[in-house]
């Protein structure tokens, strides 16, 4: 029966979680060199070149990892410009020798750039490397920032996402800045983003701390050694992620200090499993495994403290709010049972002008009364001024011979006209009356004039 089937029937006896990766004996890691081969790699250092010192801590790195590990490498750009890497040494047993063969010849002085992200997207389906009977690691070098003619700013951290998505697929990428011209910003997230971190950098920032960022950074080819020689020993070391990396025959050894059978990580054949993880592993009473109890600890490490208890005697909290006005009381564990909040002050049922939140609901003297002459401004009330009152003018009386007459104030005596004629006629007869009388014509004699015939 062969290595792999006997491995097989050993595995369909363990219950495995969906998610992990399976590693039926023990096989060798895969390390991959992602190599920057871009034209900035031929500038000037300690009397040689970039390329040439990298090259040369790259074998030498290659040289410790010799029958430790399955080695590859890919170079970018390739084969000009801004083509995606290409993998010129698949992954396998290689000596460092045919390593230094692929890295014989330098880039070109002009027209080569640095597409990171373009290259590690190639990963994504490269089926070596995402075998899941093996542990899986890139070493990404690299002396310059993303880059293509055009520039595409917006592509700036475009590695970052692709190192994201590889960590899902279960490989590590342990991310090397060579040089001072390097994107600090983008590597630091992009060594985050790994999970394959610089020793003592703060993963919670967004950009490299005054120590440095998380990826790893070297300037001379001394550091570039040190920096690959530690990369060295992760990869080939023991480690806690449920392989067995130095191939002793026991995964995670070292691990599980308590010896309660859980890992600090929570070791499965083929990685890990956070549910299967010892949250104390210096207690052999802590752990997966063991039963809850009411004691203030969480005993199984599923997050939870005494699950379904009440309380211990002697414990307290604090209870109640403290917006505004109010402040918290504290409650007492009595007879395993938590008493009633004492000494906290409760939100006053209506808001006062006051300057304080009353009612403890986040606003202040909403609502607050000042009665009707009053207003609330700035925690205070004050006056406020009388409406001025506006004289009223009353309309004139109707004149005293007028009447309404079909909702009209008229004049009963008829309209103008009638008037001006009645007042005519009686001018009229005035005149005839002031007149004299004279008597009919009369002759020289006295005597009237006989009328003609």
């Given at each position: 029966m062969t290595r792999l089937t006997l491995a097989t029937l050993a595995l369909l006896a363990l219950p495995l979680p969906s998610a992990t990766r399976a590693q039926p004996t023990c096989d060798p890691p895969r390390v991959l060199f992602t190599f920057d081969r871009s034209s900035s790699m031929n500038g000037a250092?300690?009397?040689?070149?970039?390329?040439?010192?990298?090259?040369?801590?790259?074998?030498?790195?290659?040289?410790?990892?010799?029958?430790?590990?399955?080695?590859?490498?890919?170079?970018?750009?390739?084969?000009?410009?801004?083509?995606?890497?290409?993998?010129?040494?698949?992954l396998g047993s290689w000596p460092a020798t045919e390593l230094l063969r692929d890295l014989a010849e330098p880039p070109a002085d002009t027209g080569l750039y640095t597409p990171m992200a373009e290259t590690l997207a190639v990963l994504e389906t490269y089926a070596p490397l995402l075998a899941p009977e093996h542990a899986a690691h890139v070493v990404l070098l690299t002396d310059g920032w993303q880059w293509c003619d055009p520039h595409d700013p917006s592509r700036r951290f475009a590695a970052v996402d692709v190192i994201a998505r590889l960590r899902t697929l279960g490989v590590h990428v342990h991310v090397v800045g060579f040089g001072d011209g390097v994107d600090a910003v983008a590597l630091h997230r992009a060594a985050v983003a790994s999970g394959a971190l610089r020793e003592g950098c703060d993963a919670s920032r967004s950009e490299p701390g005054p120590d440095g960022g998380c990826h790893h950074r070297a300037d001379d080819e001394a550091e570039l050694r040190a920096v690959l020689a530690s990369i060295?020993?992760?990869?080939?070391?023991?480690?806690?992620?449920?392989?067995?990396?130095?191939?002793?025959?026991?995964?995670?050894?070292?691990?599980?200090?308590?010896?309660?059978?859980?890992?600090?990580?929570?070791?499965?054949?083929?990685?890990?499993?956070?549910?299967?993880?010892?949250?104390?592993?210096?207690?052999?009473?802590?752990?997966?495994?063991?039963?809850?109890?009411?004691?203030?600890?969480?005993d199984d490490c599923d997050g939870v403290v005494d699950p379904g208890c009440g309380c211990t005697d002697g414990e307290s909290r604090r209870c109640g709010g403290s917006e505004g006005a109010c402040t918290p009381g504290l409650q007492r564990c009595v007879g395993g049972a938590w008493s009633v909040c004492e000494g906290e002050v409760l939100p006053a049922l209506a808001e006062r002008c006051d300057g304080v939140d009353d009612d403890c609901d986040g606003t202040t003297d909403e609502g607050a009364s000042c009665g009707e002459d009053g207003s609330c401004a700035e925690g205070a009330c004050v006056p406020v001024a009388p409406m001025p009152e506006v004289p009223?003018?009353?309309?004139?009386?109707?004149?005293?011979?007028?009447?309404?007459?079909?909702?009209?104030?008229?004049?009963?005596?008829?309209?103008?006209?009638?008037?001006?004629?009645?007042?005519?006629?009686?001018?009229?007869?005035?005149?005839?009356?002031?007149?004299?009388?004279?008597?009919?014509a009369r002759t020289k004699r006295g005597r009237r004039a006989k009328p003609a015939a």
């Open positions: 250092l300690e009397g040689s070149t970039k390329w040439e010192v990298a090259r040369r801590a790259l074998v030498e790195t290659a040289q410790a990892l010799e029958n430790r590990a399955q080695l590859g490498l890919q170079l970018f750009p390739f084969p000009d410009r801004c083509e995606p890497g290409e993998i010129v040494r698949e060295v020993h992760a990869v080939v070391d023991e480690t806690c992620n449920g392989f067995d990396d130095d191939c002793d025959g026991a995964i995670d050894e070292g691990f599980d200090r308590d010896g309660d059978g859980h890992t600090s990580c929570g070791s499965v054949p083929g990685g890990t499993d956070p549910v299967h993880a010892d949250c104390d592993d210096e207690d052999a009473w802590l752990g997966p495994s063991a039963t809850e109890l009411c004691n203030g600890r969480d009223v003018e009353e309309p004139p009386p109707p004149p005293q011979d007028a009447k309404m007459v079909g909702g009209c104030a008229c004049d009963s005596t008829g309209s103008d006209t009638h008037r001006s004629f009645v007042a005519l006629l009686g001018l009229v007869a005035l005149v005839l009356r002031s007149r004299p009388r004279t008597s009919p």
